[in-house]
């Protein structure tokens, strides 16, 4: 059973997992069981009471009605749906009361990434950092259209709105790297939507927490800036090489510099370190000439050594591609 379980759905971490998938298996087993009583009692019947040949014309003869069977298909199908019903409720109940003492997550979406807040004043991008045996209360908000938290591996999914607040819980029983996905069409790069949820032990989760956001405080400025494009997620709509997608490749920019670059009001301005630090705190101010006004504001997601990173990694890409 559990290794079916695992064929077909990812691995249970959270505490309702385990329930959530009984209560599958028990209306897709029911099901087969109906199923195959039906199926097979009218092909056996069809095939009992077939037309042979020799057989006098008859007609189907005014059936009487049996009580014991009627109240039969009257009471099984009641007792399975009743089953299924308290189950469910039960399970749907467990799902939506947070237990108390629950640490509580701000998760925002914002096409395309996921940002989250933690209650200590860290915040991350993509990567929800969460300890084992702990209830986890995420509080999901969007800035931009509807998005959808799901974390399969703890059979939790929840829509994600601007303007109202949506809650969900989950615990994690097993350490690890598991996907979170938007299952929302949001937009062009929907489908990048992709976050990482990492269970850690309680102990390694409290030094993650002491380190997150001072952790990166001595590596060089390029080295940042790399890492930052991956994690702050500029690489869901700009390239390193040369591709446009949303947004122009980081590589155009880069070979741009010191040059005009035309904005969409016909104006132009040129490529330096305060137009590629306004690109990323007030990007709708500055329209690059054939894109769209889809980047967000990187406005307090980024602090000033971290906007120096990215605009010195942003230089070093010409560099590279001068040699
Ligand atoms: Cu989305």
């Not at 510099?257 to 007030?282: A, C, F, T």
Request: proline fraction near 5%; glycine fraction near 6%.
């Amino acid at each position: 059973m559990d290794r079916l379980t695992e064929y077909l759905f990812p691995k249970q971490v959270s505490s309702f997992a385990h329930d959530i998938d009984n209560l599958f298996y028990f209306i897709f087993y029911a099901s087969i069981v109906l199923f195959l009583i039906v199926v097979i009692g009218m092909v056996y019947l069809a095939i009992k009471y077939r037309f042979k040949k020799g057989d006098d014309i008859r007609l189907t003869s005014s059936l009487d009605h049996n009580n014991t069977l009627e109240a039969m298909f009257f009471i099984i199908p009641l007792i399975l749906v009743m089953i299924t019903f308290v189950w469910g409720i039960k399970s749907y109940l467990d799902m939506i009361t947070v237990p108390d003492g629950a640490i509580e997550i701000q998760v925002k979406g914002q096409k395309w990434a996921w940002i989250y807040d933690y209650p200590e004043g860290q915040n991350t991008m993509n990567e929800l950092v969460v300890p084992m045996d702990t209830p986890i209360k995420v509080i999901l908000s969007s800035t931009d259209v509807l998005h959808s938290f799901y974390i399969p591996v703890m059979r939790a999914k929840m829509d994600v709105l601007p303007n109202r607040y949506n809650v969900m819980w989950f615990d994690a029983n097993q350490p690890g790297e598991y996907p979170i996905f938007c299952t929302e069409y949001c937009g062009t790069s929907h489908s990048g939507m992709i976050g990482k949820l990492t269970v850690l032990p309680k102990k390694a989760y409290e030094i993650w927490l002491a380190e997150a956001g001072s952790a990166d405080d001595d590596l060089p400025l390029e080295e940042l800036g790399e890492k930052l494009y991956t994690k702050k997620a500029c690489n869901t709509c700009h390239t390193l090489d040369g591709t446009a997608l949303v947004g122009p490749s980081y590589l155009e920019t880069s070979q741009m510099w010191g040059q005009e670059r035309v904005l969409d009001n016909g104006s132009s301005v040129v490529v330096d370190e305060n137009y590629i630090r306004s690109s990323m705190l007030e990007p709708q101010t500055q329209i690059v000439a054939g894109y769209q006004n889809v980047m967000p504001t990187y406005q307090g997601l980024l602090n000033d050594r971290e906007l120096d990173a990215l605009i010195a990694f942003l230089k070093t890409l010409k560099e590279d591609s001068q040699i």
